[in-house]
């Protein structure tokens, strides 16, 4: 009788394993691997320009509503590197929660970095309903899937504070950025009091151009209103008498002066914009954006990418531009570096 009890338990183990097998394969299927779902989960990069055109246009709205009110509650924050005071009004912080509440909803696991902070809880009536809109689908077909764990979201409530409460309502600008693995990826930028939103994804569309020319040679500076007597003595020394350096508000402003738009909807027209001081990323990164996905560039004054992983801080100043060689005109700002450090 031995062996008919082995045979038996023999069966029964056969069937054990065989039960386990069947469980563990169902079980993989039917939840995925071990890993932690948030860590699989991936977004389509047309979903996230679609929301971030939203985002900007409800924020730009937020501005205007504030402004239009005559209750900005203007009150400095601080002290920006160069010691001026930071400030912010009731613009900013109606267009953070308006802007951060609508991705929070929309996308809760992915990091959102904003200039704005306070206590305010996520407006749950600010949503999206999934529609990716019918010009951003016929324009990019497919799907762009990326790691949600990858992208980090860089929002700019109201860029150019300063201008807003001085009622030069022209340089104000909402913006809002994607970056994957910290490269810049998709840029929002919208201009509240005109309603003009320009867009862009790398190696995907825009609805924002190149202008047709440049001028390499003795380009046309656009440089922050703050310095801006410092860089026009060093633009004219490394371009010439001629060069003309145009002193604006707000980073947003100064990139669509790179591009080809309407003069009523951004009157100044530039070559090159140079930033020599400190700057935040959700200053720069939308309009990194842009230009990147239309063939331009914008590094530190050493020549280095921008990554825009976490780090709000940029040190190394910036050189924007499109159409122009970027690397032969930063060998021709070799006193640059030189300016920056004495701002």
């Known amino acids: 009788m031995a062996p008919m009890g082995v045979s038996v338990s023999r069966g029964r183990l056969l069937l054990c394993i065989l039960l386990c097998t069947g469980m563990i394969y169902y079980l993989y299927s039917r939840f995925g691997s071990t890993a932690p779902e948030s860590a699989q989960r991936k977004v389509d990069l047309r979903q996230l320009l679609s ?10 709205r937020a501005v205007r509503e504030v402004k239009e009110s005559d209750s900005l509650h203007q009150r400095s ?13 009731s613009g900013d912080l109606l267009s953070h929660r308006r802007m ?3 991705f929070s909803n929309t996308f809760p696991d992915i990091k959102l970095i904003s200039e704005e902070h306070d206590n305010s809880e996520v407006d749950k009536s600010l949503t999206w309903n999934y529609e990716i809109p019918t010009l951003i689908q016929e324009s990019i077909g497919d799907a762009r899937m990326v790691p949600t764990k990858a992208v980090t979201i860089w929002i700019d409530p109201l860029d150019a504070t300063q201008e807003y409460t001085e009622d030069l309502k022209n340089y104000v600008t909402t913006m809002v ?3 994957v693995h910290g490269k810049p990826i998709i840029g929002v930028i919208h201009k509240p009091f005109s309603k003009y939103t320009a867009w862009a994804m790398v190696d995907g569309a825009s609805n924002i151009h190149p202008r047709k020319m440049y001028n390499e040679k003795t380009p046309t500076v656009i440089v922050s209103r703050s310095h801006a007597g410092a860089v026009q003595y060093f633009s004219k020394g490394a371009f010439g008498s001629n060069t003309t350096v145009i002193p604006a508000g707000g980073a947003g402003y100064k ?14 027209s530039a070559d090159l914009y140079i930033h020599v ?7 720069i990164c939308a309009g990194n954006a842009i230009l990147k996905a239309l063939g331009g560039h914008m590094t530190t004054i050493e020549g280095d990418n921008i990554d825009y992983s976490d780090s709000p801080s940029n ?11 970027h690397h032969a005109l930063l060998k021709r700002l070799p006193d640059l570096k030189n300016l920056a450090s004495k701002m």
């Open 51 to 60: 929301v971030a055109i939203r985002a900007a246009e409800e924020g730009g």
């Open 77 to 89: 924050k601080g002290k920006t590197k160069e010691g001026a005071d930071e400030m912010v009004t």
């Open 100 to 102: 951060t509440s609508l």
């Open 177 to 179: 950025c994607i970056a």
């Open 255 to 268: 990139v669509l002066s790179l591009l080809d738009t309407r003069e009523d909807i951004q009157p100044d």
């Open 277 to 283: 001081t400190f700057i935040k990323k959700w200053d």
């Open 315 to 325: 040190s190394g100043g910036l050189v924007a531009t499109i159409g122009i060689d």
